[in-house]
């Protein structure tokens, strides 16, 4: 029954989610309806909770056995327990109960999201050019034909998708722009059907019952 | 040999110090030159321009901070070139992590033409020209809900406003209303759109993307299934140029300005690039191999 149960959970709802891409009939198309603005919302609202608690849980254990480097599983639960409180009773704009103001100082949600959330992810993002630049130099070697291609058609795209290639010359640009349409669409189109043929035949064993990793227990 | 060690074995701190440099220079003085448009993007604004009148443009908000830069301008061409046609605008997020990014772009926006605005009707008004619909998890949900009915998937907007009692919510109902959709986004959700909303709706589907992730879009746009694609910084700078040339919209281009630092940027890669492998050739023929 443990295993049974989910088994016949995800066969059922993974049948209903495939039929109404089928069948427009309006009890079929109103039934979808129910469960996708209904049940489905339920669901989102458990799987968040799951997820926080999860994620604390998580972090509480790395504290406690002292892995690598569970100094900061503390700032973690100190910024998730503070930025809940102000999200929780502050509200959005610092106009729920809480009074989250100091002076004209306010610390709601967007003084958090602007001011620390917004700088320190664009700088995350930022320092990646410089990793980029210097494994670039480093490791992008003429090595065989192939690396050589691939070299000549990184210089190319590189240079005509800037203004620099247009200056270049005009047909930099067009051909930069063929790379990405005919060659490229043409080994992304390959990897798309093998992505989507997967995707199909792990659904089906999922739906089935063939597959069932997702249920722990390592298969048993 | 020294000059293989010197070719091949440049410190990484001369590589940072000289990138830094020459991205950092062209923000300090800024200028923003024209820029050849290319088909995607050209594709792009066409289809927004051709939105009908009593139809609207969903713009769906999922860039985050970390690629910010590169969208953000996207966001802001798209919002000018539909508020000054007059085009119906609604707003989403399919994550929370963007809501105060939509939010920043469309009160921005709305600004600039409401400080010009002479009149009530010269003015973009929340409720009747836009609506900012908000966050609705799991992603699933808006994707196909607003393909029946965006009120009963948005019962209140983005500021707790009840949605049918908003006037542009009650012309536009359902995907029937709307003439386009763009996604601007640093990751999948371009794809749902079409996956899910164009595949049971029919809805069109346009596209903001990072230029990191391009290559895996290019077959949408060839097969249809995109009405147009912008790619990356270059990509939000083309919008930039052709609102300001085909609607005489001039405003600071942020993406157009950063345009310099990128193109040093990438010059400098290609430079270490050559020269690591001039270094990488030499010490092959020195060691007798075949380079």
Same mark, same amino acid.
Do not use: H
């Given at each position: 029954m443990k295993r &049974?149960?989910?088994l016949?959970? #995800?066969? #059922?709802?993974g049948i209903l989610g495939i039929i109404p891409f089928i069948l427009p009939h309006p009890m079929v198309q109103n039934t979808d309806e129910f469960l996708r603005n209904n049940l489905l919302k339920i669901l989102a609202a458990f799987a968040l909770i799951l997820g926080l608690g999860s994620l604390l849980r998580v972090h509480f254990d790395k504290i406690?056995?002292?892995?690598? &480097?569970?100094?900061?599983?503390?700032?973690?639960?100190?910024?998730?327990? #503070?930025?809940?409180?102000?999200?929780?009773?502050?509200?959005?704009?610092?106009?729920?109960?809480?009074?989250?103001?100091?002076?004209?100082?306010?610390?709601?949600?967007?003084?958090?999201?602007? &001011?620390?959330?917004?700088?320190?992810?664009?700088?995350?993002?930022?320092?990646?050019?410089?990793?980029?630049?210097?494994?670039?130099?480093?490791?992008?070697?003429?090595?065989?034909?192939?690396?050589?291609?691939l070299l000549a058609s990184a210089f190319v795209v590189m240079l005509g998708v800037l203004p620099l290639g247009n200056e270049i010359s005009p047909h930099l640009p067009s051909f930069a722009q063929w790379i990405m349409d005919v060659p490229n669409v043409a080994?992304?189109?390959?990897?798309?059907?093998? #992505?989507?043929?997967?995707?199909?035949?792990?659904?089906l064993k999922i739906i089935l019952g063939i597959e069932r990793s997702w249920l722990g227990g390592g298969g048993e | 040999?020294?000059?293989?060690?010197?070719?091949?074995?440049?410190?990484?701190?001369? $590589?940072?110090? $000289?990138?830094?440099?020459? %991205?950092?220079?062209?923000?300090?003085?800024?200028? /923003?030159?024209?820029?050849? %448009?290319? +088909?995607?993007?050209?594709?792009?604004?066409?289809? $927004?321009?051709? %939105? +009908?009148?009593?139809?609207?443009?969903i713009i769906d908000f999922d860039y985050d901070p970390q690629t910010l830069p590169e969208i953000e301008p996207m966001a802001f061409a798209i919002l000018r070139h539909a508020f000054r046609k007059r085009i119906k605008v609604l707003a989403l997020s399919l994550y929370v992590q963007p809501l105060g990014l939509a939010q920043n772009a469309l009160v921005n926006v709305a600004e600039e033409f409401n400080n010009v605005a002479m009149t009530r009707e010269d003015s973009i008004i929340y409720g009747r020209d836009y609506v900012f619909l908000g966050w609705q998890p799991p992603p699933l949900i808006p994707i196909l809900g607003m393909g029946e009915s965006i009120v009963n998937v948005y019962k209140n907007d983005y500021y707790g406003n009840r949605t049918d009692t908003l006037p542009l919510m009650k012309e536009v109902k359902n995907y029937a209303d709307v003439g386009l959709l763009v996604s601007l986004s640093s990751g999948d959700p371009p794809k749902w759109w079409v996956e899910y /909303?164009?595949?049971?709706?029919?809805?069109?589907?346009?596209?903001?993307?990072?230029? %990191?992730? /391009?290559?895996?879009?290019?077959?949408?746009?060839?097969?249809?299934?995109f009405s147009g694609l912008m790619v990356g910084m270059k990509g939000a700078a083309e919008y930039e140029e052709q609102v300001e040339t085909e609607l005489n919209i001039r405003v600071r281009r942020k993406a157009s300005e950063s345009l310099p630092s990128l193109t040093y940027a990438h010059v400098v890669i290609i430079i270490f690039i050559v020269i690591g492998n001039t270094g990488y050739v030499i010490s092959r023929r020195t060691k007798g191999g075949r380079p």
């Open positions: &049974n149960f989910p016949l959970l #995800v066969f #059922v709802f406690r056995r002292k892995g690598q &480097n569970w100094e900061y599983s503390w700032v973690l639960i100190g910024t998730f327990v #503070v930025t809940s409180i102000i999200g929780l009773f502050g509200g959005v704009s610092g106009t729920g109960i809480l009074p989250t103001r100091l002076g004209s100082f306010a610390f709601d949600i967007w003084t958090i999201y602007f &001011n620390i959330e917004v700088p320190l992810g664009a700088a995350m993002f930022a320092l990646l050019s410089f990793f980029m630049a210097s494994a670039a130099y480093r490791a992008f070697r003429a090595r065989s034909t192939e690396a050589t291609l080994g992304q189109r390959g990897i798309l059907f093998g #992505v989507a043929l997967g995707m199909l035949a792990t659904a | 040999m020294k000059i293989i060690d010197l070719l091949t074995k440049i410190d990484r701190r001369i $590589i940072y110090l $000289i990138l830094f440099t020459v %991205v950092t220079l062209p923000i300090i003085f800024p200028s /923003a030159k024209s820029v050849r %448009v290319m +088909p995607p993007v050209e594709k792009l604004y066409n289809a $927004i321009d051709n %939105v +009908p009148e009593e139809k609207a443009l /909303a164009q595949n049971r709706f029919g809805i069109k589907v346009g596209a903001g993307i990072t230029a %990191v992730s /391009a290559s895996e879009f290019y077959p949408y746009l060839q097969t249809g299934q």
